[in-house]
């Protein structure tokens, strides 16, 4: 057997509602010419109020600005010109000091060599020269 149909059920915002209640929301209502007349003027105050804020920004704005001008013109006028330095010569110390310890900063440390006797040293052969031998030929032949 079918279900019984299902009465019908109002919305519970309708139930309360006059059904004439949707069309009287979209009319505009009426003005006497009094009314109409002060509805025209408040919107004319208001634009003319609105226009008048407006140019009152633009007259800060403009004023700013000029301040700003007259600032940068001062500040491109006073401005000193930048001293450039004069080239000079530079003399560069030529000891033979320095060079040597530019030298040894550049290359490993050599240890120096042991000093030879005059019999010379058993298992060393005293025909061999060190490099500080020859270094001490080359200043002696200069």
Known sequence: MAPPLSPCHTHVKNATQHPGLVLLEGKQKWHIKAQIEEDKQHAKDVHI????????????????EAAMEVEQ????????????????????????VGAASELTSR???VPPAPAQSQGGIKGQDTGDLCEGDVEAVRNEAQ
């Open 49 to 64: 109020a609105q226009e008048a804020n407006l140019q009152h920004g633009i007259d800060c704005i403009t004023s700013i």
């Open 107 to 109: 290359s490993p440390p």
């Open 73 to 96: 013109g001062i500040q491109v006028t006073a401005k000193a010109k930048p001293v450039k330095p004069c080239a000079r010569l530079v003399k560069k110390k030529t000891d033979r």
